[in-house]
Nanobody, 125 residues
Framework: QVQLIEIGGGAVQSGGSLSLSCVAS????????VGWFRQAPGKEREGVSC????DGGSSKAGRFTISRDNARNTVYLEIDSLKPEDTGTYYC??????????????????????WGQGTQVTVAS
């Protein structure tokens, strides 16, 4: 059974850092692109970061760093310099097929098939 579980949410102070984990079971995550999304109350789900299925390392864009730990079948999202507007439920997701998004990943939710249940992040000002 394909399953994704997000771990690591909680309440943090503005300016701090947070690391979220996306742990996969039932399949090998290193063969899949992984996207991180978030949804604030009353807002649409938005993409935060993604890593291609061909990337076995990490990628940093602005305050967000996404990385893999293949030994743990896990993808991490690190967020630095947290802001109150980072508050929301954070989800990880993968597309349907291994090898999809091999060179380029997109942050369109409709392109992802498997989703975790989400983890809440609350940033206090």
């Amino acid at each position: 059974q394909v399953q994704l579980i997000e771990i690591g949410g909680g309440a943090v102070q503005s300016g701090g850092s947070l690391s979220l984990s996306c742990v996969a079971s039932g399949f090998t995550l290193d063969a899949y692109a992984v996207g991180w999304f978030r949804q604030a109350p009353g807002k649409e789900r938005e993409g935060v970061s993604c890593i291609t299925s061909g990337d076995g390392g990490s990628s940093k864009a602005g305050r967000f760093t996404i990385s893999r730990d293949n030994a743990r079948n896990t993808v991490y999202l690190e967020i630095d310099s947290l802001k109150p507007e980072d508050t929301g439920t954070y989800y990880c997701a993968t597309p349907a097929g291994a090898g999809d998004m091999f060179r380029l990943c997109v942050l369109e939710p409709e392109e992802y098939t498997y989703w975790g249940q989400g983890t809440q992040v609350t940033v206090a000002s």
